[in-house]
C-alpha cells in the first residue's frame, strides 16, 4: 500500500481587495469634509444607499460612478485612484513587516531566566544554558557557540539562538 504524505497547510493571508481601499478613502475624504452621505450622494447623482455600499466595500462602481462620486467630493479621478494605490502599498509594506517581526520572533529569543537563581533551580540545569561563567559579559552581549546571552539591566538574561 502507499504513503499518504500530509502537505503543511500554508497559512491563509487575506489580500486587500480594490473596492475595500476604494471605500475607505472616500469615506476618510467626505468625513474629512464634514460631509453627510445624503448630500455627496445627491451631488454626485447616485442613491445614498449605493454610496454607502461603496463606502463600505460591498460595491465597486463603475469609472463613471466612481467619476461622479469624485467629483461630488471635489477630487479628481487620477487622485481618487492614487490615494487607493498608496493605501494598498502602504497596507503591504506593514505586512512585509509584520512579517519580517514574526520571523524574527520565531527564532530569536530561545531561553531566558534570572541570574539571580540560587544554585540547583532547575532553569539552571537546561541544556540551553552555556557555561555563563564563561560567555556572560555585564557589560552586554557576548558569543557563545551560535547563541548570544544578552545581559540587559535588571538581571535578566536572554539567550538567544
Known amino acids: ?7 503543511p497547510r500554508a497559512p491563509r493571508t487575506v489580500k486587500p481587495l480594490w473596492r475595500n481601499e476604494l471605500g475607505e478613502v472616500l469615506r476618510g475624504e467626505r468625513l474629512a469634509q464634514e460631509r453627510i452621505l445624503t448630500e ?14 461603496i463606502e463600505r466595500g460591498r460595491k465597486e462602481p463603475s469609472s463613471e460612478v466612481l467619476g461622479s462620486v469624485a467629483g461630488a467630493l471635489g477630487l ?7 490615494r487607493v494605490a498608496a493605501a494598498l502599498e502602504a497596507r503591504r509594506e506593514l505586512e512585509r513587516h509584520e512579517a519580517a517581526r514574526r520571523e524574527r520572533l520565531e527564532r530569536e529569543v530561545s531561553f531566558a531566566f534570572r541570574a539571580d537563581l540560587p544554585a540547583g533551580h532547575p532553569a539552571l540545569e537546561l541544556d540551553a544554558v552555556l557555561d555563563l561563567d564563561a560567555a556572560l559579559d555585564l557589560g552586554g552581549a557576548k558569543a557563545a557557540g551560535d547563541a548570544t546571552i544578552a545581559a540587559p539591566p535588571g538581571g535578566v538574561y536572554l539567550l538567544v539562538a
Not at 1 to 7: A, H, Q, T
Not at 40 to 53: F, N, R
Not at 76 to 82: A, D, K, Q, S, Y
Open 40 to 53: 455627496v450622494a445627491a451631488t454626485a447623482g447616485v442613491s445614498p444607499q449605493y454610496l454607502s455600499e
Open 1 to 7: 500500500m502507499g504513503k499518504v504524505v500530509e502537505f
Open 76 to 82: 479628481e479621478l487620477v487622485e481618487v485612484v492614487h
